[in-house]
Nanobody, 127 residues
Framework: QEQLVESGGGLVQAGGSARLSCAAA????????MAWFRQAPGKEREFVAA????????HYADSVRGRFTISRDNAKDTIYLQMNSLKPEDTAVYYC????????????????????WGQGTQVTVSS
């Protein structure tokens, strides 16, 4: 059974850094677009970053561009989200998502485009 498992969340001070990981298991994930979304209390789930299955195309939300970096290691079926210069408004549950793509450069940016989701990991940024 395919599953995505996030790790690396926790409590971080504003201005600090954190690294999230998402391990994919139970299938062949090399042809899947992978992404990170987040959801703060009372808000809708929002796109953070995505990486194509070839790894040569990435896309970021304006709110995190320049601070966050998404990457993937296809040999390990794992993606990462390096988060720097964290702000209190980055506080949310972060979710990993995956969706099959025909094109190696394709990325998706809306939750409805993804069929596979992890359980989420909490990131709390204190001021």
């Amino acid at each position: 059974q395919e599953q995505l498992v996030e790790s690396g969340g926790g409590l971080v001070q504003a201005g600090g850094s954190a690294r999230l990981s998402c391990a994919a298991a139970g299938g062949t994930w090399s042809n899947y677009v992978m992404a990170w979304f987040r959801q703060a209390p009372g808000k809708e789930r929002e796109f953070v970053a995505a990486v194509s299955w070839s790894g040569d195309n990435t896309h970021y939300a304006d709110s995190v561009r320049g601070r966050f970096t998404i990457s993937r290691d296809n040999a390990k079926d794992t993606i990462y989200l390096q988060m720097n210069s964290l702000k209190p408004e980055d506080t949310a549950v972060y979710y990993c998502a995956a969706e099959w793509a025909y094109s190696g450069s394709r990325v998706y940016t809306t939750p409805s485009q993804y069929d596979y989701w992890g359980q989420g990991t909490q990131v709390t940024v204190s001021s």
